[in-house]
């Protein structure tokens, strides 16, 4: 790294610090605001992070939704590296992550899309100055500056990092270096897949595969050439990131076949095609003004994201369209941007329809809105090309000649429009109006100035400080934690909780609780308390439709408000009681007796009608392939051990029975029977059932997902063999170029 680099990369540090100087500078802000920002992302670290501390794969976890696999919900994150960071923190006073901490990776987070997206800009030959304005307009503006879940963002930051090894490939001399250049853009796609992003990895495949088609037809050169080589490098980009990315896919792909997804309108199957009028309706036509007055989303529909990316970096990206329109890579930023507008109109738009009908899994990213991403993202690559040309072509007054008057009148509207709300106090002028309407004046001043003569480096710091402000002022992810408290801080009501956790926790047994209040928390994965509820988008078909069932489902304590007058708590603090139900079912049991139904209906139907005692009999879907015996005494079971994916027990019984366990069906549990393999059948619509024998019977149960084990594996092998044979390859290049510098200089 040359010393300049690693001078503008710590200017792009600094320029983050001041970004997020509210939460790295202060204790007075946070990102954890509402409940998917508590319940989701920040409630599911915990359990990953305990997960790894007890030296587990975070594959199955016991705390949230009756039990379920972890990484089958890909927004969990479970596989991506960087998360390393948090099992290196301990939790804080709370038991909780420290916020601080959290925004710290978030952070970083930013500061990586930055240094990706710097290091793309410098693959296009911009000037230092221009690659770091394009850093922080992507990096701190668009889409990434206003996701505000964490696993998107984190995916995110991936595309410029993907498309610097998609260019490098594409510019390599040799057929075995752009080999190796595709498999790292692989590698980075695969990232962005880890994250639990898998919706904006889909979209950079889009992106990929679009700039492949783009090169394909490029009308320089031998055009055979031109698609073979533009066909291998996809191939290679695409087979590296789904083999990097597989510890999320597969996993996901067997999930998504055995749950539902919550969106609007309810719940819909994850592998069945999302209906057409249930996906996000799409931007409004008037939402193109965010890239000027981001203030105006609100206008963009239901899930609605501003392209903005700074005034001035949008007044430089038309000046790279109007400057530099020969390059051959500007043209297909501007033209993939076009086009990416029409389709985030969704249901306005033709082009949304059409490509619904006919991509395959296109529908798995629901909003077309967040293709709005490639835009910020194009927009912030084509405003470095045209800072760079403002800045060569400084003091050349002929080629700038036809903008002027645009910026004449352009400064005259705003004045105006400024000025006359003022005088006329019937008209009022939204503050944020008024502020985008100031930063415009101000842009255009700005490219005047640099129009006339070239900036010294005083200049540059300005322009620079300029920019950044424009891009914090219009940043709304951080809450004030005053205000917060005002309307209820999910995150504080989480902490209030922790005292009623430990109370259950302390209690023997194993039982499952529920929260009576609305938006119910996640306090099973937060506080490791197992729960009926929890966080996410998805839940098993089968939690669907047993839920209502809390006794089967072994739930004894409910947490409620202290101003519930309900008498008999067990527990007591100044905001919380817990209430005992000892109605419920034990987490495991033994009966003597089934009912054979022949589908799941019939078995919900049987399973709901009064007076039925799930106690003694169970209701199956197929004969068991061993009959059952009626015991003549008492049968008991003990757990003898009981951990996130896996527990044992011991059961003694007087005949053959079935011991029905309180736990979630699902691929990948394994039995054992004192010591010899057992099949696990699915009891009472989705309970785990072991047929065991007369006696004592020792039992133990173990998640082996073949989907997951599968997955890492190639995942992990994948990561190492792509950067072997990057190692390999610069090692026998190394070399060949020191013969080439010593024949040059002889």
Partial sequence: ????????????????????????????????????????????????????????????????????????????????????????????????????????????????????????????????????????????????????????????????ATFLFVLRALRSETRLRGLAEAALGGLCMGMSVLTGGVQFAMIQGIFVLAAMIYFGASPEGDPRRHWTRAAGILAAVLAVAFCAGAAQLL????????SLRSISGGFVPMSEKIPYERLVRGMWPHSIITGLFPAGAQMGGEEAWPYYIGVFPLFLTITAIWKCW???????????????FAYSLGEYSPLFG?????????????????????????FSVLCAFGLDSLLDGAGQSAGWAEARPFLKWISIACVA?????????????????????????????????LTLRPLPASGRVL????????????????????????????????????????????????????????????????????????GGATALTEFSRLSPHEDLLNVRYHIKPASTPDPGAVYQDALWKVYEDNG??????????????????AVFARLNR????????????????????????????????????????????????????????????????????????????????????????HVSLEFVPVSSYLGFGLSLLTVIGVLLFWVVLRRRAAPAARDFELNHAL
């Fill in 584 to 601: 419920g079912f034990p987490r495991a049991w033994v009966v003597h007796q089934t009912a054979i139904e022949s589908s799941d209906d």
């Fill in 251 to 258: 996993p996901l792909s067997e999930y998504s076949h055995l």
């Fill in 354 to 378: 059409v490509l619904y009908a006919v991509v395959p899994y296109l529908w798995m990213a629901r909003g077309a809105s967040r293709f709005i991403y490639l835009i910020s993202f194009s």
């Fill in 1 to 160: 790294m040359t010393r300049t680099n690693a001078k503008y990369l710590a200017f792009l540090a600094l320029a983050i610090i001041c970004f997020h100087w509210r939460t790295l500078l202060t204790d007075q802000f946070t990102t954890i605001v509402g409940w998917e920002g508590v319940n989701q992302s920040y409630g599911w670290l915990h359990f990953w992070v305990r997960s790894i501390w007890h030296g587990h794969l975070p594959l199955w976890d016991p705390y949230a939704f009756g039990g379920r696999p972890f990484v089958g919900e890909s927004q969990t994150t479970a596989f991506y590296p960087f998360r390393l960071l948090f099992a290196l923190i301990p939790l804080n006073k709370n038991g909780l992550i420290s916020p601080r901490f959290y925004h710290e990776y978030l952070a970083f987070n930013r500061f990586m899309g930055a240094v990706f997206m710097f290091a793309l800009l410098r693959e296009f030959r911009r000037s230092h100055f221009a690659a770091f304005i394009g850093a922080c307009a992507f990096s701190m503006g668009g889409m990434l500056a206003r996701m505000p879940w964490p696993h998107y963002q984190e995916s995110c930051i991936w595309l410029p």
């Fill in 417 to 449: 429009a400024l000025i006359v709300p003022g005088v006329f106090t019937q008209l009022p002028l939204g503050i944020w109006l008024s502020y985008s309407l100031l930063l415009i004046l101000a842009s255009c001043a700005w490219f005047f100035r």
């Fill in 326 to 340: 020969r390059n051959a890579w500007v043209r297909f930023l501007a033209i993939l941007s076009l086009v990416v």
């Fill in 463 to 534: 322009l620079a400080m300029f920019v950044l402000f424009d891009l914090s002022a219009f940043y709304w992810g951080e809450a004030n934690k005053n205000d917060l408290l005002k309307n209820g801080d999910e995150y504080v009501r989480m902490v209030t909780m922790r005292q009623a956790a430990d109370f259950i926790k302390a209690q023997p047994g194993l039982n499952r609780i529920r929260v009576s209040v609305p938006s119910e928390p996640n306090l099973g994965d937060i506080y490791g308390v197992q729960s009926l509820w929890g």
């Fill in 610 to 697: 009064p007076g039925i005692d799930l106690h003694k009999l169970a209701i199956l879907e197929a004969p068991l392939t061993r009959a059952l015996a009626v015991a003549s005494g008492d049968d008991s079971v003990r757990f003898r051990s009981y951990e996130p994916d896996r527990m044992s027990l011991d059961v003694n019984t007087a005949g053959v029975g079935l011991l029905v366990l309180s736990e979630f069906y699902y691929p990948g549990w394994r039995a054992t029977v004192n010591g010899g393999h057992a099949e696990i059948v699915k009891v009472d619509g989705g309970l785990r059932g072991i047929v065991v024998p007369a006696g004592q019977a």
